[in-house]
């Protein structure tokens, strides 16, 4: 282990054990999982829900415990340390803020517990609330805020505690589309102000990839795989990273066989498959293969073509409005068309 | 026809509202505030002394018979009553609410609200009477007492001023834990209502930025749940206020506000002084709601 390594999980499995209508059984939340988070990094844990993300966050955070395994914060044993004793702090989904407290108080509340003086209590709070662009907010109730402006106080109530590991649990699910954008770019510069590892939670594969140095993927408990967002989206290893990071065409069997001579499953990325005519000459590093263009939808930026294999199978295709308009587009509905790509584009995945 | 009606009622939406509150206004401006209006207007009467009979003139003559020592004393006895029976409730609920709300699971949850409400199904006043029998001379606390050796230590207890008495059952010490019991209920639903609407997360986030379990409950849980514990006191303390039934069973010659009401009410006939008797207990609530206000009861509502 090197000594920049922020939190190591070592083969850490937690098990819930369900009981549902005279059934029981138990469900491996996080199965027998190994990851290291380096110092400083933005890491997200990416998954769809029931995955394991959460249930690892919260393990960090010290609000669940490892079955077994072990839970490392920088080199120390952390596994049975209770949540007051650990230092990380958390923006939680629903922000959580108290509200019986004003937003100062919120945000000095860390400070609060560990008795700081008021003047320097306040002196922090109020540079917090300027890292997060909310001066003068100090004196207002939570529920006055907008959901946005809640967001900035749950970030700032955790970052005033100069914690070494920050997490965040899908912090931006409820804030609509434009506010979250915004976020992303925000949350990201104010790690890279104050330095600090964020551990960030999220199902949505667009905000990991936008925001993080590292991602994990996690499906059903285990890790698929760890990596940089561009070696996540260009070199999944399993087809269940290509089919949740991004969009991905999975090309099985007879209909792999038919376009690459062999069976074995690959994943083309919609945005590198080329249209062309069906007549089109096609060079030797590329991969072809003949279809109809069943829809096409219109999305302004780009447009996307379901084009159906002659072999059986469909293949997505998204091609950018450089010079054509949504009429030029029209018209390829229903016509016979060959499809190409250069072959280190198919990328090989597992099974 | 009908469906014209609904169609006409429908397109009247204040109309309808008119009508579905036309009842509980009329109940409660006629039933409620005239009755109290009413005892208000007869407290500014007075008895006259020879006649018997109520004079119907503007007076504070009867106020300041309220005043005189014996009668500040039954004000003083109760409240003080109704305080420690309200300190006593909110101990005894407290923990049993916190368990239901945060630990219990779904079916003991159940089995719990059951239990504490279940007692209020049946009649007050045989529940009352069954703790004459636990209380009594020869009672089951007695019996108890005598069994672990434990008597003297009772009677000891018993010989004591204001709280002691010739047994249990004819006590302030008996009055106070049967108004316990009675009202107990009262307090439990909602400062477990109060806490129930607590999320985890905050609970969480305490924890999280460093607080101690004792701390978290400190700031966080116990202001949120105070406007429950506020709403649990304010049934106990009223009740205990207002209630005759109890001191007459379990106490001695001595007035509580309730009793004293009955008493010149119903026996001399003196409806005037039952009247202010009654104000007092509105009054003394008024300012505990204001004090409960001050100190931020009704802010997290």
Known sequence: MSDNTAIEFRDVSRVFSVKHENQSGEVRAVDNVSLQIK??????????????????????????????GQILLYGQNVSSLPPYARDVNTVFQDYALFP????????????????????????????????????????????????????????????????????????????????????????????????????FVTHDQEEAL?????????????????????????????????????????????????????????????????????????????????????DVIYLGLYTRYLVELDGGGDLVVVEQNLKTTSMDVMKVKSQNVRLFWKKEHARYVGG | MLNRLSTFLYLRPKLVLALLLLPPLIWFLVVYIGSLFTMLVNSFFYLDGFTGQVVREFTLKTYAKLLIPANVQIFARTTSMAVAVTLMSIVLAFPLAYYMARFASARMKTFLYLAVTLPLWSSYVVRVYSW?????????????????????????????????????SVSATGIFLVFVYIWLPYMIIPIQTALERVPKSLIEASSDLGATPVQTFRTVILPLAFPGVIAGSIFTFSLTLGDFIVPSLF???????????????????????????????????????????????????
Request: proline fraction near 5%; avoid cysteine; charged fraction near 20%.
């Open chain 1, 39 to 68: 110092d400083g990094e933005f890491f997200s844990l990416l998954g769809p829900s029931g995955s394991g993300k959460t249930t690892s966050l919260r393990m960090i955070a010290g609000f669940d415990r490892p079955t077994s």
């Open chain 2, 251 to 301: 106490g001695n010659s001595s007035f509580y506000i309730g009793k004293a009401v009955l008493t010149y009410q119903g026996t001399s006939g003196n409806i005037p002084l039952a009247a202010a008797f009654t104000m007092g207990p509105i009054i003394i609530m008024s300012i505990y709601l204001l004090v409960a206000r001050k100190l931020g009861a009704f802010d997290a509502l």
């Open chain 1, 100 to 199: 019986h407290m004003t937003v100062g108080e919120n945000v000095a509340y860390g400070l609060m517990i560990k008795k700081v003086a008021r003047a320097e209590r306040e002196k922090r709070m109020d540079e917090m609330l300027d890292l997060v662009q909310l001066p003068g907010f100090a004196g207002r109730k939570p529920l006055q805020l907008s959901g946005g402006q809640r967001q900035r106080v749950a970030l700032a109530r955790a970052l005033i505690n100069h914690p070494k590991v920050l997490l965040l649990d899908e912090p931006l699910g409820a804030l609509d589309l434009k506010l979250r954008q915004q976020m992303q770019v925000e949350l990201k510069s104010i790690q890279q102000r104050v330095g600090i590892t964020f551990i």
């Open chain 1, 210 to 294: 936008t925001m993080s140095d590292r991602i994990a993927v996690f499906n059903q408990g285990k890790i698929e795989q760890v990596g940089t967002p561009a070696e996540i989206y260009e070199h999944p290893q399993t087809p269940f990273v290509a089919g949740f990071v991004g969009v991905s065409n999975l090309v099985t069997g007879p209909v792999a066989k038919r376009i690459t001579n062999s069976d074995r499953t690959f994943s083309i990325r919609p945005e590198k498959i080329h249209l062309a005519a069906s007549s089109a000459e096609i060079d030797g590093d590329m991969y072809a293969a003949d279809g109809r263009v069943r």
């Open chain 2, 132 to 168: 004459k029998l636990i209380l009594a001379q020869e009672g089951i606390i007695s019996w108890f007492a005598r069994l672990v050796h434990l008597d003297g230590l009772l009677n000891w207890y018993l010989s004591l001023p204001v709280v002691g008495g010739p047994s249990l």
